[in-house]
Structure formats: C-alpha cells, structure tokens
C-alpha cells in the first residue's frame, strides 16, 4: 500500500502539469500544446510503460485496500465496549476505505469520458482547422482581373509539424471535395491513389474544454462531480501521504515532522490545482 500509493503520487504531479495547460495556454496555441502533449504520451515507449506501470500500481493499491479492510473487521469482529476512535486517529484515517472507494468510482468515470476514447475508440475527431479562401473561378473579360468567391478549407495538423489540406467545401453550394480520409484513428491517407501521406493528432483538447464548458448541458454536473472527487482525494492524501512513510518504518523525530508538512500541503495543492481546471474551463 505505501509503495504503491508514493508511486501514484509522483503520476499526480505529472498528470497536474500535463493539464495546467489546458488553461496556461489558450486558442490555437493552447489547442496545440496540449494535442501534441497528449499524442506524445501515447507513442513514447518509456511513457507507456510507466502508464502500464501506473495501471498495475493502481490495481494493486485498490485490491491491498479492500483486503486490508476485510482483515480489520475479521481481525476484531465484536467492537469494543468503549470506543472513541477520535482520540488516537482523524477522520481521514478511519474512512480511508470509503474515500479510496470514491476516488476509483472517480478514476472509472474519468477514463471512461477519456482514456477510453482516446485509446480505444473513433469518437475523438482530428485536429483540423477551418479557413476561409479566396477560390479563383474565372476572369472579368472586361478588365482582365481574376474573378474569385470564398471557400472553406479544412486543414488537419499532423505530427511533422505542418497544416495538410484536407478538404474544401463551397458555402455557396454546400458541396465538399475530400481530398484525404483518415485511417487507423490517426493516420492520413491520399483519397484516390490511396498513398499515406502522414499522421494527425487527436484533438483531445477540443473533446476536455466541451466536456467542462457551458456548452455541455451536463457540464456543471462534470464540474461540480470533478471538485468533490478532488477534495475527496485530498482527505485520502492527508492521511495515506505520511502513513506511507510509516508503513515502510521511516520514522524519525527530525524529519518526521517534516513529512506531515510536506504531505498536508501535497494533500491540499494537487487536488486544488486540478480541480481549478474546470472551474476555470467552465467560466
């Protein structure tokens, strides 16, 4: 339980930073950033096994917790005659069960409205751009200049860095001309001779700032369920961060102070930071 539960901080502080920039940058810029961010986590060999590794630790710390408590209540079936768990233990160290069992219906939801999308199914689109272009149609006879009408074109970026022209559509008639089609979840393919011609990015960025917005008819909902869950995991860090450190026998009267220090204010600044995110997508 300590081991894993240590290791599963330092994925927290990671995952904080990776989400700051969902507000830190914003527009275009901030679109990019965080698409490129998230594609790069996904094709890095050493970040996949560190996500593989972070899915094992979380197994692991849930099913210890669960067998953890099974043997308390075995370990002392009839409770005490007299009873008063406040004077040796806080409120968080008596209900780490039930917070630990919040924070994975948590995990569960949150994975399913991304981590389940990104990786295993089509519902997130690419990341495409739409600009509108002068489109030349003929010449003006009369004075020889090149006659012209607005048309939509959808750019997809891909991974080297470039806008690809992806398809034109003419307001006026409403017809649009695919040039390219995606295959794969990601990668670009030539519409008629069927040549690849790169690989895009998922626009995870557009699918989290919708999922939080007000555009969102569930959207309060998402923020208000994804604040709770953070101060529900803030209790299970006040207590679980130190008790680690005693758990593993790293007690001492001179740092052990400082690690209590160190684990309130982790409990609090984490959970905090990430649960500002979408109050602050949502306004």
């Not at 690849?196 to 008819?217: A, I």
Request: with cysteine.
């Amino acid at each position: 339980m300590a081991l894993t539960g240590l290791f599963l901080c330092t994925f927290l502080i990671g995952h904080l930073l990776g989400n700051l920039q969902l507000i830190f940058k914003t527009g275009e810029e901030g679109r990019r950033a965080f698409n490129e961010y998230a594609y790069f986590m996904g094709h890095n060999i050493f970040i996949t096994v560190l996500s593989y590794t972070t899915y094992i630790a979380l197994i692991i710390h849930a099913v210890d917790g669960i067998l953890l408590t099974i043997q308390n209540k075995k370990a002392r079936p009839i409770n005490y005659a007299y009873n008063n768990p406040k004077a040796n233990s806080g409120t968080a160290a008596r209900n780490m069960a039930i917070l630990g069992t919040l924070i994975l219906v948590f995990i569960a939801t949150h994975m399913a409205n991304f981590w389940w999308k990104a990786k295993v199914t089509k519902e997130i689109p690419m990341h495409s751009l739409v600009k509108t272009a002068e489109y030349p149609v003929g010449q003006n006879p009369a004075t020889g200049e090149m006659i012209t009408k607005p048309i939509e074109v959808t750019y997809y970026l891909q991974t080297n860095g470039t806008y690809q022209q992806f398809k034109v559509k003419d307001p006026s008639s409403g017809q649009e001309q695919k040039l390219m089609e995606v295959k794969n979840k990601h990668e670009f393919y030539d519409i008629t001779s069927g040549v690849k011609m790169g690989e895009g990015y998922k626009d995870l960025h557009t699918v989290v700032m919708t999922f939080f917005s007000k555009e969102n008819p569930s959207g309060l909902y998402a923020v208000i369920f994804y604040v709770i869950s953070m101060i529900v995991l803030g209790y299970h860090l006040w207590h679980g961060f130190a008790s680690a450190f005693q758990s593993l026998g790293l007690n001492h009267p001179l740092y052990t102070p400082i690690i209590k220090k160190i684990g309130m204010a982790f409990s609090i600044i984490v959970p905090l930071l990430f649960a500002i995110i979408p109050i602050i997508i949502y306004l």
